[in-house]
């Protein structure tokens, strides 16, 4: 069984940056993959990004590629999303969750996690 906490998250102007964070607790979390989704209000939840249990592989929604950065760190138990050049957009609950299936490929989709966190919400004022 993994916990997952998310924090950091917060408001910010456009064009400005947040960094999130999440923590794992369970001594399995290096054997997972790791992903972050979010959801506005309104819709469903989205795939942003996915890091392999090493962090050697990465994976991300089009529409935050090149501004948004997944990384692990597995000897503190964290996930990490840095947020750069936000936009109003971005705003959303964010989430990070656990994938435990030890698959070859990154999921992108939310059947495929096995364990949630409860979210933080990002606000972008444009």
């Known amino acids: 069984q993994v916990q997952l906490v998310e924090s950091g998250g917060g408001l910010v102007q456009a064009g400005g940056s947040l960094k999130l964070s999440c923590a794992a607790s369970?001594?399995?979390?290096?054997?997972?993959?790791m992903g972050w989704f979010r959801q506005a209000p309104g819709k469903e939840r989205e795939f942003v990004a996915a890091i392999s249990w090493s962090g050697s592989s990465t994976y991300y929604a089009d529409s935050v590629k090149g501004r948004l950065t997944i990384s692990r760190d597995n000897a503190k138990n964290t996930v990490y999303l840095q947020m750069n050049s936000l936009k109003a957009e971005d705003t959303a609950v964010y989430y990070c969750?656990?994938?435990?299936?030890?698959?070859?490929?990154?999921?992108?989709?939310?059947?495929?996690?096995?364990?949630w966190g409860q979210g933080t919400q990002v606000t972008v004022s444009s």
């Open positions: 369970g001594r399995t979390f290096s054997s997972y993959a």
């Open positions: 969750a656990a994938d435990r299936s030890h698959s070859l490929y990154l999921a992108v989709v939310d059947r495929e996690y096995d364990y």
